[in-house]
């Protein structure tokens, strides 16, 4: 099982049965589609996998498309969770982009089918699928702007990171575990955080001109 998942089971069990619920249809959508694909992943799949039935399926859930929708919203935000650990705001940005951006990618490389599924998979959801996606890129922006803008600066400037700027290293980034997938890096994402760190550092200084 995921680690993603694992963390989200076991977070969930503690709050009661019906949340329980909730984590592990997200965890037998994740073991499903690990195993068909999300086009031939059926109700039936994700309840059998879930161990409950399809009555508990359809009180959280109306389509097999909001259960992935589900899923890839708590699996981004545990990676955006591990990236703000990563982060110390009380020193300077620069110093704190390798860091984080090595978080970001070891968090996504420890479960390369669900990488797959969160990365690939969304975007054959037409409409739904790009407004969640939107959704979390929007937050991830969003931290990254905060973060960077309000870390020590040591003396110097502070950068000034707007939001289209941040939205643009989000969507580098992106492109950058999108293209790693392609050719079969899925595991190797630590090659990721020397062109990820450049980016961010780059965009940073420009906004500083």
């Not at 409950?52 to 969770?81: D, P, W």
């Not at 409409?127 to 600066?153: K, W, Y």
């Not at 994402?189 to 780059?202: C, D, F, K, Q, S």
Request: proline fraction near 3%.
């Amino acid at each position: 099982m995921s680690d993603t998942i694992e963390k989200t089971v076991a977070s969930k069990s503690a709050e009661g049965t019906e949340s329980e619920h909730y984590a592990r249809l997200l965890q037998g959508m994740a073991q499903a589609v690990a195993v068909k694909g999300y086009a031939d992943t059926t109700i039936a799949d994700i309840v059998r996998e879930a161990a409950v039935s399809r009555r508990t399926f359809y009180e959280h859930f109306s389509t097999k498309t909001e259960c992935l929708i589900a899923l890839y919203e708590t699996a981004s935000r545990l990676a955006l969770q591990a990236v703000s650990e990563a982060f110390d705001p009380a020193q300077p940005w620069h110093a704190q982009v390798e860091q984080a951006m090595t978080a970001y990618f070891d968090y996504l490389a420890q479960d390369p089918v669900l990488l797959r599924t969160l990365f690939v998979e969304i975007l054959g959801l037409g409409m739904p699928g790009l407004a969640a996606r939107r959704r979390v890129n929007d937050e991830i922006a969003n931290f990254i702007q905060v973060a960077i803008n309000s870390s020590g600066t040591e003396g110097g400037p502070a950068a000034h990171l707007t939001s289209e700027m941040a939205m643009t290293v989000v969507g580098g980034i992106n492109e950058l575990v999108l293209q790693a997938i392609e050719q079969g890096r899925a595991g190797d994402l630590r090659e990721l955080v020397a062109p990820a760190t450049r980016l961010v550092r780059a965009v940073a200084a420009e906004s500083q001109r």
